[in-house]
């Protein structure tokens, strides 16, 4: 918004494209693409569909949130990976699993500002490419073997090391903070809220059945790009191949937990899955779109990031940032038409309902009056979310924006809320409009 708090005229920020990959788990189809092969497949794509000439750009805002061995800058990288221009300016985001919330509210920003007019924002994740790290001990014996002058000066270092020392370290998949992973909080948060493992099955089942009557009506048909499978490329990954369409309650029911193994309630079933794929987004300011003729799918309307202390409840961030992000559009969670919530685990989805509902959520840990309120379960996730879809970290909240997008058209909506859940205790939301 300008300094007033209202936007100038025109410079309303305009998402008038979006495609994604497939997502498709770790170690399938597209375990031999990185992360960045992945961006800049879906850029090019998206650039060539959208039939807007490339000189057009003049920005790029792109996420990933498991760092590649030999890539740094992928924002930069879809530049020079591409047909864009390669005097389009770039940078790189991460904000966990809201990463491409972040490169998307940071594009509508410089839109705003009038800093940019037409941008791409998204984001790729490759974990079938995520890379392993020589231990501490190792790393430094290597470091100081390259200065080493002479045989003996080597082997001296060589034989400080220990077997233990030569083996590899994956990334890091524990809060820092608090030695947990993410599953291991979500436990937490079911166990605090009251989440039951039956709630959670129903979740899963939603996610797959929805996402599945949404494939099987042609609903993903126009986001979702074709990849030539590599290395043959005799065959093309078409469809995200997390999706169950055949699952049952009963066979939900059955798999065992993963993180407490014997009070658990957390499963492969009711948690997103590892997943490659990329998704972007093309944005504009409201004056380019007209001009170029182009229709908005939709608006960024407004949104809002939070904190919580991941000691407390890590996933617990969308509780904290909805209600701001709704303020700031001056809407209530009852004019939404659709609501998306990043499905990290069913009892994080369920933990924040609870949240979003509690009026002694809202007094104490909000300071408010009222609660948020509840969602109409009609209105939420209704193609399916990320237990069913896929996670790619990097590309969710790309991934979001336009299946809402396209959802709302087809109801003829107005408003939608998205929300994310992300590590270290931190939560987005952000609110989208149409015309």
Known sequence: MGMNGTVPPGRRAAVVAGLRTPFVKAGTDFKDLSAVELGALVVNELVARSGIPPKEFDSVVFGQVIPSPTVT???????????????????????????????????????????????????????????????????????????????????????????????????????????????????????????????????????????????????????????PVPPRFERVAAKDNVVRKETTLEALAALRPVFDRRYGTITAGNASPLTDGAAALVLMSEDKARALGMRPLGFVRSYAYAALDPRDQLLQGPAYAAPVALDRAGLRLADMDLVDMHEAFAAQVLSNLKAFASKDFAAKELGRPEPLGEIDPAKLNVNGGSIALGHPFAATGARMIVQTLRELSRRNGQYALLTVCAAGGLGAALVLERE
């Not at 800093?115 to 790290?133: Q, V, Y």
């Not at 790393?139 to 073997?145: G, R, T």
């Not at 030569?166 to 809060?175: S, V, Y």
């Not at 605090?192 to 709630?199: H, M, T």
């Open 73 to 227: 800058l992928i924002g930069r990288e879809m530049v020079l990976r591409t047909q864009l221009p390669r005097s389009v300016q770039a940078h790189t985001v991460a904000r966990a699993c809201a990463t491409s919330i972040q490169t998307t509210t940071d594009a509508a920003d410089q839109i705003l500002l009038g800093h940019s007019d037409c941008a791409i924002s998204g984001g790729a994740e490759s974990l079938s490419d995520a890379p392993i790290f020589a231990t501490r001990a190792l790393a430094q014996a290597l470091v100081e073997l390259s200065r080493a002058k002479t045989l003996t000066d080597r082997l001296r270092l060589l034989s400080t090391l220990r077997p233990k020392d030569f083996a590899p370290q994956p990334p890091a998949l524990k809060e820092p903070t608090t030695g947990l992973t993410m599953g291991e909080s979500a436990e937490l948060m079911a166990q605090r809220n009251g989440i039951s493992r039956e709630a959670q099955d129903r979740v899963a089942y939603e996610s797959h059945r929805r996402a599945a009557a949404a494939w099987e009506g042609g609903k993903f048909d126009g986001e979702v790009m074709h990849v």
